[in-house]
C-alpha cells in the first residue's frame, strides 16, 4: 500500500527563520514521483515541484530546497529565510508510475509571524 | 493561459438536496480529476477521466456521487441526496496526458461543500 506521512501538523515561525517540512512516504513500487504543493489562504494548490525516484539530487529554487533521500523515504522542504507570504499549508503527495492519482499526506500550516 | 476553475466557490445546502459542482480544465488537458479534502485530513482521489470516459472511479465513496464529462471538456459531479459526510472542499485537477505521474496535475481552487 501507498501512504505519505506529514507528522507537523502546524508550524510557527518568525521571519527570516530557516524552516523544514517533513515529508515521509511508502511504497513498495520502485518507480514512483514525489510532489510538493502549496496552498495559500486563496485555496488553490500550487505545484512547487516533482521529482522521480531515480533522481535523489537536490533540488534549489530561491529560497526553497528539497531533501530526496530513498534510503529513509523522505522528501523534505526547506525554506530558508522564511517570509510572511510563505504562510500557507504545504502538502507532500506520491504517484506510483502507472497509476495517476497522487496520494497526498494531511498537509503542515506554516505560519510564518513577522 | 487560464487554469482550472471550479464553480462554486463555497456551496451550503442541506441534507437531502442535491449539488453540482463544475470544473473547466486547462484548455487540451485529456486528463481530468476530482478530489476532496474532508476537514483536516488528507486530499483524497475520487475519480479520473481521460477525455470523455471514466478511467479510474475507485476513490467515489458512493453511488449518491455522480461524475460526467460531456464532450470531454468541463466536468460535472453531483452529490445527490447529500448527506453531512460529504461536507469537505472538493479539488479538480488537470494534466495533458496523465501517464502516471509523468505529468504535473493542475489543481482549481476548490469548492467547499457545506451539508447542514
Known amino acids: 500500500a501507498q501512504k505519505v506521512t506529514q507528522a507537523q501538523t502546524e508550524i510557527s515561525v518568525v521571519e527570516k527563520e530557516d524552516v523544514t517540512l517533513d515529508c515521509v512516504y511508502e511504497?513498495?513500487?520502485?518507480?514512483?514521483?514525489l510532489f510538493w504543493y502549496k496552498q495559500p489562504p486563496s485555496g488553490e494548490l500550487v505545484f512547487l515541484i516533482r521529482?522521480?525516484?531515480?533522481?535523489?539530487q537536490n533540488e534549489i529554487s530561491g529560497r526553497y530546497s528539497w531533501n530526496f533521500q530513498k534510503s529513509t523515504s523522505s522528501f523534505n522542504f526547506t525554506i530558508t529565510a522564511s517570509q510572511v507570504v510563505d504562510s500557507a499549508v504545504y502538502f507532500c503527495?506520491?504517484?506510483?508510475?502507472?497509476?495517476?492519482?497522487?496520494?497526498f499526506g494531511t498537509g503542515t500550516r506554516l505560519q510564518v509571524f513577522p | 493561459e487560464a487554469g482550472v476553475t471550479q464553480f462554486p466557490s463555497h456551496s451550503v445546502i442541506e441534507k437531502g438536496q442535491t449539488v453540482t459542482l463544475r470544473c473547466d480544465p486547462i484548455?487540451?488537458?485529456?486528463?481530468l480529476y476530482w478530489y476532496r479534502r474532508v476537514m483536516g485530513k488528507e486530499i483524497k482521489f475520487l475519480l479520473h477521466?481521460?477525455?470523455?470516459?471514466?478511467?479510474?472511479e475507485s476513490g467515489m465513496p458512493n453511488n449518491r456521487f455522480l461524475a460526467e464529462r460531456t464532450g470531454g471538456t468541463y466536468s460535472t459531479l453531483k452529490v445527490q441526496p447529500a448527506e453531512l459526510e460529504d461536507s469537505g472542499v472538493y479539488f479538480c485537477?488537470?494534466?495533458?496526458?496523465?501517464?502516471?505521474?509523468?505529468?504535473?496535475?493542475?489543481f482549481g481552487p476548490g469548492t467547499r461543500l457545506t451539508v447542514l
Open positions: 485537477a488537470s494534466s495533458p496526458t496523465g501517464y502516471g505521474g509523468a505529468d504535473t496535475q493542475y
Open positions: 511504497t513498495r513500487d520502485t518507480t514512483y514521483y
Open positions: 521529482r522521480n525516484s531515480f533522481d535523489e
Open positions: 503527495a506520491l504517484n506510483v508510475y502507472n497509476t495517476d492519482k497522487l496520494i
Open positions: 484548455s487540451g488537458h485529456d486528463n
Open positions: 477521466f481521460v477525455k470523455e470516459s471514466k478511467q479510474d
